[in-house]
């Protein structure tokens, strides 16, 4: 007569090698799942600071006054920090300057993740005509993430003409392009 066990456990070489291919799985989904979150944190701060611009665009236009964006700095005049609120003020005498009485029309809160680097001819706040043309430099705004990797980096591009668009990555190298073709920089 034959009898026969049934074994209904692992064997301790069984959970270790069950074990040890979750952990090489859990290597390979970390760096994948952060690439994700940042490309989700670059996408909400490209989107909100666009939002913005176009927002300050509409109201030049609307209101037939000049609208500058900008970081302020304590005594109300324009500043160069982008990671602190950015203000939109109409700006009717162009003084690029929070005087008594001027009315803030709304204010970007600082991003949450990463940073803005921005780059302009000489000035570090734009400007919006009547006609929704920039009045002040044309330039780029670049988000960075806080690892600095320029591939999860995104960037708006605001042309002469006012338009606001977000830079692509044109030549498949996994970094967005700049105005230039160039691939931009964190």
């Not at 909100?48 to 236009?61: D, G, W």
């Not at 921005?118 to 009547?130: A, C, E, G, K, N």
Request: contains cysteine; aromatic residues 6%.
């Amino acid at each position: 007569m034959r009898t026969t066990s049934s074994s209904k456990g692992l064997t301790l070489v069984e959970l270790l090698v069950v074990i040890s291919l979750l952990a090489l799985l859990a290597t390979k989904a970390v760096p994948s799942f952060n690439e994700l979150i940042q490309n989700s944190q670059r996408t909400a701060a490209i989107s909100e600071l666009r939002q913005f611009l176009a927002l300050a665009r509409r109201h030049s236009v609307m209101t037939g006054q000049i609208v500058t964006v900008c970081p302020t700095e304590p005594d109300g005049k324009c500043g160069r920090n982008w990671n602190g609120p950015v203000s939109m003020f109409a700006d009717p005498g162009n003084q690029r300057t929070l005087l008594q009485g001027t009315k803030v029309n709304a204010v970007l809160p600082p991003p949450k993740f990463g940073n803005f680097i921005v780059r302009s001819l000489s000035r570090s706040y734009f400007q919006f005509r009547p006609d929704g043309f920039i009045y002040s430099d044309l330039g780029n705004i670049t988000w960075c993430p806080d690892s600095g990797e320029a591939s999860l980096a995104g960037q708006l591009i605001i042309s002469r003409s006012g338009r606001i668009r977000t830079a692509t990555d044109s030549n498949g190298d996994g970094v967005v392009d700049d105005a230039k073709g160039k691939p931009v920089r964190c």
